[in-house]
């Protein structure tokens, strides 16, 4: 008994020190040489404490004292729209609304030649919100098979697709990273852009694999779930979020956002099984196993050597779930 509460508090000691050292380094410091030093002196002072102080219990009290006033002091950081963005991440989109007519406001549709050469074009457009006939959800893996990047996308008829993805917002010269990601150093940020952009940047210069499966919902759902997204886009856009790589990502916003109540997953956190998660809650295609789904989802080769004519039903064809439209009664 004595030894499982010894590891306990070992556990949590290492815990609470690594926390503050990285929160130092990461937040502090802005990863300059600097934080290092700091890192330093924080262990320097934690292990002259552990020498000075004979009680294990008032040890453990100090440390705890010096982290509620280290995550207080981290808590006083204030997100912001005002830093000097990556292009792709510069503009921030908005929705208007007027009964079922809606407007998306720098909707992102850029063209890429990389993945850092590209013509930055944002756009706006209308939909409307009785004419939203499903939804879709693109699942992006990148090497890992633990973590996967889940978008949205709506399905407004005669190949009108929106795509919106929840994702960190980048400052020019900062790169993804996780560690970096606990801490307070991106802001998140809803992408609302054309499904090409949103695809082929990803498929041709990001190296993942790229999965489409279409939600087995019926349309109130989907309109629900739009405006969702929606409302979720504009309260950001007047105020701005931090990005948590644990707690709020691009999938646990997704949970977070909605209105009904959402069954709690441990897969809503380490996500990389989200898709089949979808699956095994009734949310796609069924009639076959999800081994097989998966594998007939992806649609990297099909994508990849398409640009802009007919991309969405191109992409679309033969996947399992999709109805096929009738092209003679498209329009009527």
């Not at 102080?53 to 705890?64: D, G, K, N, P």
């Not at 041709?204 to 919902?217: A, E, I």
């Given at each position: 008994m004595w030894l499982v509460f010894y590891i306990v508090v070992v556990v949590y000691l290492l815990a609470v020190v690594a926390?503050?050292?990285g929160a130092l380094f990461n937040d502090l410091a802005k990863r300059k040489a600097v934080g290092w030093v700091l890192v330093g002196s924080w262990l320097v002072f934690v292990a002259a404490m552990l020498f000075l102080i004979q009680s294990l219990t008032v040890f453990v009290i100090a440390i705890s004292v010096l982290a509620v006033i280290a995550i207080f002091i981290?808590?006083?950081q204030k997100p912001s729209h005002d830093r000097q963005w990556e292009?792709?991440?510069?503009?921030?989109p908005r929705f208007e609304i007027n009964g079922d007519r809606i407007v998306a406001i720098d909707v992102r549709n850029s063209q890429y030649r990389s993945a850092t050469d590209y013509d930055l074009c944002h756009e706006d457009r209308e939909y409307r919100i009785s004419e939203l006939v499903g939804v879709d959800a693109a699942i992006v893996f990148w090497g890992s098979e633990l973590i996967c990047h889940p978008m949205a996308i709506f399905d407004?008829?005669?190949d009108r697709h929106l795509c919106i993805s929840i994702e960190a917002r980048y400052q020019v010269g900062q790169p993804y990273d996780v560690f970096r990601s606990i801490y307070r150093q991106y802001e998140i940020m809803y992408v609302v852009s054309d499904e090409r952009d949103a695809i082929l940047r990803r498929i041709k210069f990001s190296q993942g694999d790229f999965y489409l499966y279409r939600m087995q919902t019926d349309r109130e759902f989907a309109q629900k779930l739009f405006l969702e997204y929606v409302e979720a886009t504009n309260k950001l856009f007047d105020r701005p979020k931090w990005y948590h790589g644990l707690v709020t990502n691009c999938s646990t916003t997704i949970m977070?956002?909605?209105k009904e109540k959402v069954r709690w997953?441990?897969?809503m956190f380490i996500n990389g099984t989200f898709d089949r998660l979808l699956y095994e809650r009734g949310f796609l295609f069924d009639e076959i196993s999800f081994q097989e789904l998966k594998a007939r989802s992806k649609i990297n080769d099909l994508?990849?050597?398409l640009e802009l004519e007919d991309f969405s039903r191109t992409i679309r064809k033969d996947l399992p779930g999709f109805e096929q439209p009738d092209?003679?009664?498209e329009g009527r």
């Amino acid at each position: 008994m004595w030894l499982v509460f010894y590891i306990v508090v070992v556990v949590y000691l290492l815990a609470v020190v690594a926390w503050v050292g990285g929160a130092l380094f990461n937040d502090l410091a802005k990863r300059k040489a600097v934080g290092w030093v700091l890192v330093g002196s924080w262990l320097v002072f934690v292990a002259a404490m552990l020498f000075l102080i004979q009680s294990l219990t008032v040890f453990v009290i100090a440390i705890s004292v010096l982290a509620v006033i280290a995550i207080f002091i981290w808590l006083t950081q204030k997100p912001s729209h005002d830093r000097q963005w990556e292009p792709n991440s510069s503009v921030l989109p908005r929705f208007e609304i007027n009964g079922d007519r809606i407007v998306a406001i720098d909707v992102r549709n850029s063209q890429y030649r990389s993945a850092t050469d590209y013509d930055l074009c944002h756009e706006d457009r209308e939909y409307r919100i009785s004419e939203l006939v499903g939804v879709d959800a693109a699942i992006v893996f990148w090497g890992s098979e633990l973590i996967c990047h889940p978008m949205a996308i709506f399905d407004f008829g005669n190949d009108r697709h929106l795509c919106i993805s929840i994702e960190a917002r980048y400052q020019v010269g900062q790169p993804y990273d996780v560690f970096r990601s606990i801490y307070r150093q991106y802001e998140i940020m809803y992408v609302v852009s054309d499904e090409r952009d949103a695809i082929l940047r990803r498929i041709k210069f990001s190296q993942g694999d790229f999965y489409l499966y279409r939600m087995q919902t019926d349309r109130e759902f989907a309109q629900k779930l739009f405006l969702e997204y929606v409302e979720a886009t504009n309260k950001l856009f007047d105020r701005p979020k931090w990005y948590h790589g644990l707690v709020t990502n691009c999938s646990t916003t997704i949970m977070f956002q909605r209105k009904e109540k959402v069954r709690w997953s441990w897969r809503m956190f380490i996500n990389g099984t989200f898709d089949r998660l979808l699956y095994e809650r009734g949310f796609l295609f069924d009639e076959i196993s999800f081994q097989e789904l998966k594998a007939r989802s992806k649609i990297n080769d099909l994508a990849r050597p398409l640009e802009l004519e007919d991309f969405s039903r191109t992409i679309r064809k033969d996947l399992p779930g999709f109805e096929q439209p009738d092209p003679a009664n498209e329009g009527r």
